[in-house]
């Protein structure tokens, strides 16, 4: 190696110094030199070409989900700046490690109306958790540096850096290629809780009659799923999750009550929220959804939260015991003082009561999923993928039609992250894209995206991107021609007063057909589970398009449709 190189030459080196093995993104003129360096340097960093900027972007949230490294995506100035935003906006609240790299117009040319011009640093400020523009080349290894360590350290997040093009040909010393390992995936340099804080956490708890542990994202990110199993087992006390953090146990586990809330929540899971004299959010931050904005927990109910991030605690409750830490360490220090207390199990009779809500919440939903009704009841659909999906399988749904009822129902036999979905913001269209990222990242697992067809509008063009991957994944779109939520909303909060949320029909599996994928269209019930075996089988892409009944129809598992 000389002892010179170029910006864009530094920023490949830097990247693979950082550990990173793929890349999303889409080329654009201000991305010409890094394009260069990327065909003319030796690495072992692949290049996935995408169809927009903003898939890209859902793709590397995807990958750095199923795989806790950070996930990158790239584009151009102007247009290609703006398109990654709302990627790096769900990353970022959603607490994933994603870079986002926007080339730019030259420094030179700054305020001497280029095209494609816009203040890129001002412009992701409010959106990133770190974020600057590289006015100088030799800045780049430190700034790469900087944004990984911020990506992955306290509550991880998304972060973004502006290479201008005059800035990708000056020189930068190869000596100041390196990388810390450590912020290579995350989180990286976990703390552990203040001193006495898991000890005053148990005094709470084991103080409690009726205590419910409710579990978030955080609990996956940091892989505390072993730590919470042990604690739920021995203290026998329920676990319930928000969507984000399913997870956190196996939901065949005993302890597991499932999804409460207003978005995958049922009456059955409901209960104990309501009946909890003590709720212990893990890793959530207890936000509307969750919450059924803010129903339940009722006001004086006692509340210990355990967190990374201090500024969940008493931001929506008055919080008697913060423990503010990596969840892994922290519960590891909770069963450390259970451990010196010799605490063993049959503490509070959670498995017992958890098992009366589900054989109720089942029994009820049999009914439905065994329905020979056409359209097809999403419950049927729910039913068909838990009898042929492999154990291993990794599910994206968008947040749409299908989330609630995935949520509510499938019962994921492992532990962490299995299933997908983004909850932040909630955009239409992040499944299809964001399936092939978590592919990239788990390429052993069936992958599988559900989706709504008004969610199939939004990003159908990836599909091209997915045949020329060769990624045999499944999709599965639950077609209804309509908008459903807001139209299962109008229906209820409107009094049916429908305005502009249906769509025409079209024929998704010939569209899919058409990019190279291999489709079905079901609309008999009696077809569904085999069609679905097929195509979960093939060695290639496959896309289902289930003709499904439209949610204000429905008996969907939504406490509220205004979250």
């Not at 523009?133 to 944004?147: C, G, K, L, N, Q």
């Not at 703390?191 to 579990?215: F, M, R, T, Y």
């Not at 994921?412 to 499944?431: E, V, W």
């Not at 060695?539 to 969907?556: F, H, R, W």
């Amino acid at each position: 190696m000389s002892n010179q190189m170029n910006g864009a030459e530094a920023l490949v080196r830097m990247l693979e110094a950082q550990g990173v093995q793929h890349i999303f993104g889409l080329c654009g003129d201000t991305t010409l030199p890094f394009y260069d360096a990327m065909l003319r340097l030796d690495h072992k960093i692949t290049h996935v070409l995408t169809r927009d900027e903003r898939c890209a972007t859902y793709m590397a949230d995807g990958y750095s989900r199923v795989t806790g490294r950070v996930g990158v995506a790239e584009g151009p100035s102007g247009g290609g700046a703006t398109y990654i935003l709302p990627g790096l906006i769900e990353a970022s609240e959603s607490s994933y490690a994603v870079l986002g790299i926007t080339t730019d117009i030259s420094v030179a040319s700054y305020g001497k109306y280029p095209l494609t011009e816009v203040d890129q640093k001002a412009l992701m400020a409010p959106l990133t958790k770190w974020n600057t523009v590289i006015s100088r080349a030799d800045h780049i290894p430190r700034m790469v540096r900087a944004a990984f360590r911020a990506m992955t350290t306290g509550r991880s997040g998304a972060a973004h850096i502006g290479l201008p093009y005059d800035v990708q040909y000056d020189p930068v010393d190869a000596a100041d290629i390196w990388a810390d390992p450590a912020t290579a995936s995350y989180p990286a340099y976990p703390q552990a809780p203040a001193p006495g804080a898991a000890e005053a956490a148990v005094d709470a708890i084991l103080s409690a009659k009726n205590p419910l542990i409710v579990c978030g994202g955080g609990v996956v990110i940091a892989q505390a799923w072993e730590e919470l199993d042990r604690l739920a087992t021995r203290l026998d006390i329920p676990v319930a999750t928000s969507i984000s953090g399913q997870g956190s146990l196996a939901e065949t586990h005993p302890n597991c009550l499932g999804v409460v809330g207003s978005n995958g929540g049922t009456d059955e899971t409901w209960e104990m929220m309501e009946a909890a004299d003590l709720v212990v959010f893990m890793g959530c931050r207890a936000g509307s959804t969750t919450t059924a904005r803010w129903e339940a927990p009722k006001p004086g109910t006692r509340i210990v939260h355990f967190d990374n991030d201090p500024m969940v605690m008493n931001a929506n409750y008055r919080t008697e015991v913060a423990v503010v830490g990596d969840l892994r360490l922290a519960l590891a220090e909770v069963n450390a003082v259970l451990d010196a207390r010799a605490q063993g199990a049959d503490t509070f009779g959670g498995a017992a009561a958890i098992a009366d809500r589900k054989r109720r919440k089942f029994e009820a939903f049999e009914v439905l999923a065994g329905s020979d009704q056409a359209p097809i009841r999403p419950e049927r659909v729910i039913r068909a993928l838990m009898n042929t999906l492999p154990e291993d399988a990794t599910v994206v749904s968008d947040p749409g039609t299908s989330c609630p009822y995935f949520s509510a129902y499938y019962q994921l036999p492992r532990p962490g992250r299995h299933f997908i979905t983004n909850r932040a913001h909630g955009a239409l269209g992040y499944s299809l894209s964001a399936a092939l990222g978590a592919w990239y990242g788990r390429p052993a697992s069936k992958t599988v995206a559900l989706m709504g067809d008004g969610s199939f509008g939004f990003t159908v063009g990836e599909l091209e991107t997915v045949c020329r991957s060769r990624a045999p994944i499944t999709y599965v779109v639950f077609s209804n021609a309509t908008f459903g939520w807001i139209k299962a909303s109008q229906f209820a909060d409107k009094d049916k007063r429908y305005y502009n949320v249906d769509f025409n029909r079209t024929d998704n599996a010939a569209i899919a057909a058409a990019y190279g994928v291999k489709s079905w269209r079901v609309e008999d019930p009696a077809d569904l589970e085999r069609v679905l075996a097929e195509a979960i089988a093939h060695d290639g892409p496959t896309l289902v398009d289930v003709i499904t009944q439209p949610l204000e129809e429905s008996n969907a598992p939504v406490r509220r449709w205004m979250g």
